[in-house]
């Protein structure tokens, strides 16, 4: 199984669409999650850490589910810009400073 | 805003040779990383620095790789002798503690011939 699983998309929506992202993660010894955003050929950035109570940053909240092991992140009111690829990221804090990724999904918003 | 900075941004070398992948970190940041994404893959670890010395590699960071803080600003990649399958694009990353948020440059895009 992989480390970090991610639906890879596309996910073709309209703009002002509501868009959800899911991603399971193996490990249960990770202890912080994350989604960053990557466009195409350009480094990662980080979109928004994700905790167990869940956070909203505007249009973008995201969910963290410790019992089962996954994460989700939502965008309301989808614009041209939000799209890019969006990746699942997990660290195993403090067992190891790497952070996992997971393939990332593709989102294209449309006219 | 302070940023990870990489150079060069493109580097075409020809294969077997040696390769330096050069990051400015952020000033104040005491962890460094380098990753790699060959195209269409995904983001993949490969080593992590503190405190000058290697904190923890992969399994793809192997003999032919090596990291130096050579200077006080200075982080590098070196790849000793280069494969085709080395061809990707080289991240570099910093973080002031290693449970903080890490910080990417925009990459070094490496292609061997």
């Known amino acids: 199984r992989k480390e970090v699983e991610q639906d890879p998309g596309p996910f073709n929506v309209p703009e002002g669409a509501t868009v959800a992202f899911n991603c399971t993660y193996s490990?249960?010894?990770?202890?912080?999650f994350f989604w960053y955003r990557q466009d195409c050929r350009k480094e990662p950035k980080l979109l928004m850490s994700v905790y167990s109570s869940g956070n909203e940053d505007g249009r973008f909240t995201a969910q963290l589910n410790r019992a089962s092991q996954y994460i989700s992140l939502l965008i309301r009111d989808s614009k041209l810009s939000d799209s890019a690829t969006y990746l699942c990221v997990v660290h195993r804090v403090p067992s190891a400073s790497k952070l996992t990724f997971g393939t990332g999904t593709r989102l294209q918003v449309t006219l | 805003e302070p940023e990870v900075t990489q150079t060069p941004s493109h580097q075409v070398t020809q294969m077997g040779q040696e390769v330096i992948l050069r990051c400015v970190p952020i000033s104040n940041h005491l962890y460094f990383y380098w990753y790699r994404q060959i195209l269409g893959q995904k983001v993949e670890f490969l080593v992590s620095f503190y405190n000058n010395e290697i904190s923890e590699k992969s399994e793809i960071f192997d003999d032919q790789f090596s990291v130096e803080r050579p200077d006080g600003s200075n982080f590098t990649l070196k790849i000793r002798s280069t494969k085709l399958e080395d061809s990707a694009m080289y991240f570099c990353?910093?973080?002031?503690?290693?449970?903080?948020?890490?910080?990417f440059g925009p990459g070094t895009r490496l292609t061997v011939l």
């Open positions: 490990n249960s010894a990770s202890q912080s």
């Open positions: 990353a910093s973080s002031s503690l290693n449970t903080d948020t890490q910080y």
